[in-house]
């Protein structure tokens, strides 16, 4: 069946930009999960959605960063006014059960100039 | 402060030999515990896990260990195969009131040499 499916795969942008990247998650997953990967570094979580329920954004690394979830399926993370240190794999994941096995897209590669 | 810590960035393995790939934890809190492989250009891929109450998971070649007082888990692959070459993510989730909070290691990568 179909995976977890993230657009762009790359996003090449200026600073100062704004970007928005897409997450289609599993059909019928109520979990989503937006986390990011640096040069050399760990994933970090960012934000996480459980169906109707308000987000945990206590992972977002500043108030440049939002992300929404329509309809309980597709979510958006949007990133303003881009900066360098911005520039990562962007992850997304969903699961059936909150945080219980979770199912990774294939990530969007931003670069910030 | 790095909640989890993957100290080996790197390991490398005979094929056919046991590839044990460490995770440490700084908190206690932690309740649930995962392993993810990840291949270059592709997203991490679930592998296995194991909750807080138990010491041991097992699915196939594949071993998890949680030892507790030591804060400590290790994944066991035995036998080793060259597709096994990847990097492995150990991750420790935390029940929160309204959420939780997944923390990940830096990783390691596994070289499986045939």
């Known amino acids: 069946g179909a995976g977890v499916s993230q657009s762009p795969s790359n996003k090449v942008t200026e600073k100062g930009k704004d970007v928005e990247l897409r997450c289609d998650p599993i059909?019928?997953?109520?979990?989503l999960y937006w986390y990011r990967q640096s040069l050399g570094q760990g994933l970090e979580f960012l934000i996480y959605?459980?169906?109707?329920?308000?987000?945990?954004k206590s992972g977002l690394p500043s108030d440049r960063f939002s992300a929404e979830r329509t309809g309980g399926s597709v979510s958006t993370l949007t990133i303003q006014r881009t900066q360098q240190e911005d520039s990562a794999v962007y992850l997304c994941?969903?699961?059936?059960?909150?945080?219980?096995?979770?199912?990774f897209g294939p990530g969007t590669r931003l670069t910030v100039l | 402060d790095q909640q989890v810590k993957q100290n080996s960035p790197s390991l490398s393995v005979q094929e056919g030999r046991i590839s044990i790939l460490n995770c440490d934890y700084t908190?206690?809190?932690?309740?649930?515990f995962l392993w993810y492989k990840k291949y270059p250009a592709e997203g991490p891929t679930f592998l296995i896990s194991?909750?807080?109450?138990?010491d041991k998971n097992e699915d196939g070649r594949f071993t998890v260990f949680l030892n507790k007082s030591a804060k400590h888990l290790s994944l066991h692959i035995v036998p080793s195969q060259p597709g096994d070459s990847a990097v492995y993510f150990c991750a420790a989730s935390v029940t929160l009131t309204g959420g939780f909070k997944t923390i990940f290691g830096a990783g390691t990568r596994l070289f499986v040499k045939a």
């Open positions: 959605f459980q169906g109707n329920s308000a987000p945990d």
């Open positions: 994941a969903s699961s059936l059960v909150s945080w219980n096995e979770q199912f």
């Open positions: 059909s019928g997953h109520t979990a």
């Open positions: 908190n206690s809190m932690f309740d649930y």
């Open positions: 194991i909750s807080s109450i138990k």
